[in-house]
């Protein structure tokens, strides 16, 4: 059967169909210049600040489920079949201001405005959620979103007071949830999707048979799930990535799975998507997980994307590898799998076969005796890249140390585990002698370089601190290493 030559998708209140869609054009460039929906900004053009902030409705097993994204890293030929909601859509048939919009105003949340449309998108995304939110849970819904002019208590306070304004049960996005996924439900392809000219070419595979046959019949497309980091080589190196392969879509890659034994994420399954099972299986990621970028590149960013980019800064596989993860392969000729940690080969290279893509991650849940630790070190807190990332395991048996899996990012060449300290932990009583010697025992296992984020002293010192730092929270104060040492 011919592929499907042509997008379908919902914006605003208007059904869209175009053929001529290129791979790299942007859902931004697309709103701006297309269709002249200039409330939605462009700031930094690579996820970061949060005024290109538009809403993204798409189908999860038969639910509507709407989340901010960045518009400036969105290929417009990912959304097929789903709703694009812009700042333009809020206010009502006589212009009256929406409740998130009035409360801007009255609470003096923006002053040079440019970067207000953004905020209020993020803030009407959390209000639909959670109409009565805490103070955490604004702080969290904003870290996506920058304002130069510092105005973020006005901000703040006004997310607070939104539900006086109205109820989300009134809102247009609810009252129309039913015709909305009716109408999302018919734009879903029997077939493949292809779109774009022969040199900037977007293919949807109809689901993960038809992904395994495409990529053995164009081995070297670019695979995009989120596109959050993609996005950038696009927008700031303008690197030429045809025949692009978006996977974002296939809910065979978003199943989540959790048991008594271990949790199994799809390989699409995005940051925001996988949080309350990470939360309830491994607690001490919860707050870890908060500072993975912003909220909307929580809604975009799949955990797979992550691993099968191979950044040696890449949140995840740190921690990951120090569970014990395990990857599965897939191609037409069937699946495979390895520990996460022997998937990273080099600096950019992956155990990759031609054909291969990443299926899924199963995560082993914390054994009897088990403490875990995630750590990351950044220049900013929220929304910001790893100068040092780690995720430390220790297994205590009757006070000694009978495993210890520890892995660092931004350390070497790719997220590697720390073999030397290690060792110096197995065998020994679980106490600041041990951890001091596997702090001292890491410069045999790292060589780091030094760059913009950090030089590569402060790496070596920062890696160290980190064990130092696990013993503190998790052992006996009485042991405490020399305050010196952890200065």
């Given at each position: 059967?011919?592929?499907?030559?042509?997008?379908r998708?919902?914006?605003?209140?208007t059904?869209?169909?175009?053929?001529?869609?290129?791979?790299?054009?942007?859902?931004?460039?697309?709103?701006?210049?297309?269709r002249?929906?200039?409330?939605?900004?462009?700031?930094?053009?690579?996820?970061?600040?949060?005024?290109?902030?538009?809403?993204?409705?798409?189908?999860?097993?038969?639910?509507?489920?709407?989340?901010?994204?960045n518009?400036?890293?969105?290929?417009?030929?990912?959304?097929?079949?789903?709703?694009?909601?812009?700042?333009?859509?809020?206010?009502?048939?006589?212009?009256?201001?929406?409740?998130?919009?009035?409360?801007?105003?009255?609470?003096?949340?923006?002053?040079?405005?440019?970067?207000?449309?953004?905020?209020?998108?993020?803030?009407?995304?959390?209000?639909?959620?959670?109409?009565?939110?805490?103070?955490?849970?604004?702080?969290?819904?904003?870290?996506?979103?920058?304002?130069?002019?510092?105005?973020?208590?006005?901000?703040?306070?006004?997310?607070?007071?939104?539900?006086?304004?109205?109820?989300?049960?009134?809102?247009?996005?609810?009252?129309?949830?039913?015709?909305?996924?009716?109408?999302?439900?018919?734009?879903?392809?029997?077939?493949?999707?292809?779109?774009?000219?022969?040199?900037?070419?977007?293919?949807?595979?109809?689901?993960?048979?038809?992904?395994?046959?495409?990529?053995?019949?164009?081995?070297?497309?670019?695979?995009?799930?989120?596109?959050?980091?993609?996005?950038?080589?696009?927008?700031?190196f303008?690197?030429?990535?045809?025949?692009?392969?978006?996977?974002g879509?296939?809910?065979?890659?978003?199943?989540?799975?959790?048991?008594d034994?271990?949790?199994?994420?799809?390989a699409?399954?995005?940051?925001?998507?996988?949080?309350?099972?990470?939360?309830?299986?491994?607690?001490?990621?919860?707050?870890?997980?908060?500072?993975?970028?912003?909220?909307?590149?929580?809604?975009?960013?799949?955990?797979?994307?992550?691993?099968?980019?191979?950044?040696?800064?890449?949140?995840?596989?740190?921690?990951?590898?120090?569970?014990?993860?395990?990857?599965t392969?897939?191609?037409?000729?069937?699946?495979?799998s390895?520990?996460?940690?022997?998937?990273?080969?080099?600096?950019?290279?992956?155990?990759?076969?031609?054909?291969?893509?990443?299926?899924?991650?199963?995560i082993?849940?914390?054994?009897?005796?088990?403490?875990?630790a995630?750590?990351?070190?950044?220049?900013?807190?929220?929304?910001?890249?790893s100068?040092?990332?780690?995720?430390?395991?220790?297994?205590?048996?009757?006070?000694?140390?009978?495993?210890?899996?520890?892995?660092?990012?931004g350390?070497?060449?790719?997220?590697?585990?720390?073999?030397?300290?290690?060792a110096?932990l197995?065998?020994?009583?679980?106490g600041?002698?041990?951890?001091?010697?596997?702090?001292k025992?890491?410069?045999e296992?790292?060589?780091?370089?030094?760059?913009?984020?950090?030089?590569a002293?402060?790496?070596?010192?920062?890696?160290?601190?980190?064990?130092?730092?696990?013993?503190?929270?998790?052992?006996?104060?009485?042991?405490?290493?020399?305050?010196?040492?952890?200065?």
């Amino acid at each position: 059967m011919d592929p499907q030559p042509h997008i379908r998708f919902l914006l605003n209140g208007t059904e869209i169909t175009a053929s001529d869609v290129p791979a790299t054009q942007t859902l931004l460039d697309y709103l701006r210049i297309d269709r002249r929906l200039t409330g939605t900004k462009e700031g930094c053009a690579e996820g970061d600040c949060g005024a290109c902030t538009v809403l993204v409705g798409r189908l999860q097993q038969g639910s509507l489920r709407y989340e901010p994204v960045n518009a400036c890293i969105r290929f417009l030929a990912s959304l097929n079949g789903c709703h694009v909601v812009t700042i333009e859509h809020l206010s009502g048939p006589d212009g009256r201001l929406h409740p998130v919009q009035q409360a801007m105003v009255d609470f003096h949340g923006s002053q040079c405005g440019f970067c207000t449309p953004g905020f209020v998108m993020s803030l009407y995304a959390l209000w639909m959620q959670c109409p009565q939110p805490t103070r955490t849970q604004v702080e969290t819904a904003i870290q996506g979103n920058l304002c130069r002019c510092t105005g973020y208590e006005p901000i703040v306070n006004a997310a607070l007071a939104v539900n006086t304004y109205g109820s989300p049960a009134n809102d247009y996005l609810t009252r129309e949830r039913t015709a909305i996924t009716a109408q999302l439900e018919a734009m879903q392809p029997k077939v493949r999707v292809e779109v774009g000219p022969a040199d900037n070419r977007a293919i949807l595979p109809v689901d993960l048979n038809d992904l395994a046959q495409v990529l053995a019949e164009t081995p070297k497309a670019t695979i995009v799930a989120g596109a959050t980091d993609v996005g950038l080589w696009v927008t700031k190196f303008m690197r030429p990535i045809s025949p692009v392969v978006f996977i974002g879509h296939l809910e065979d890659l978003k199943t989540i799975a959790l048991t008594d034994t271990d949790l199994t994420l799809g390989a699409g399954v995005t940051y925001d998507e996988a949080e309350p099972a990470i939360r309830e299986a491994f607690p001490h990621m919860g707050d870890y997980w908060d500072r993975i970028a912003g909220w909307q590149v929580r809604s975009m960013g799949t955990i797979g994307g992550n691993i099968a980019n191979g950044s040696p800064i890449g949140d995840t596989p740190p921690v990951l590898i120090s569970l014990g993860a395990e990857v599965t392969l897939q191609k037409a000729g069937g699946q495979r799998s390895l520990p996460l940690e022997a998937f990273f080969v080099d600096y950019g290279k992956q155990d990759r076969e031609p054909g291969d893509f990443v299926a899924s991650l199963r995560i082993p849940r914390p054994a009897p005796g088990q403490i875990d630790a995630a750590y990351k070190i950044s220049k900013r807190r929220d929304e910001d890249i790893s100068s040092v990332a780690a995720g430390i395991s220790v297994e205590v048996a009757d006070g000694i140390v009978t495993e210890a899996r520890i892995a660092f990012g931004g350390m070497a060449a790719t997220p590697k585990r720390a073999a030397k300290a290690e060792a110096a932990l197995r065998g020994q009583p679980f106490g600041a002698a041990a951890f001091e010697a596997a702090a001292k025992a890491l410069a045999e296992d790292f060589t780091p370089l030094t760059d913009w984020r950090a030089s590569a002293d402060y790496r070596q010192l920062v890696a160290a601190n980190l064990l130092r730092r696990f013993w503190l929270e998790h052992g006996d104060p009485a042991q405490a290493p020399d305050s010196q040492a952890v200065a």
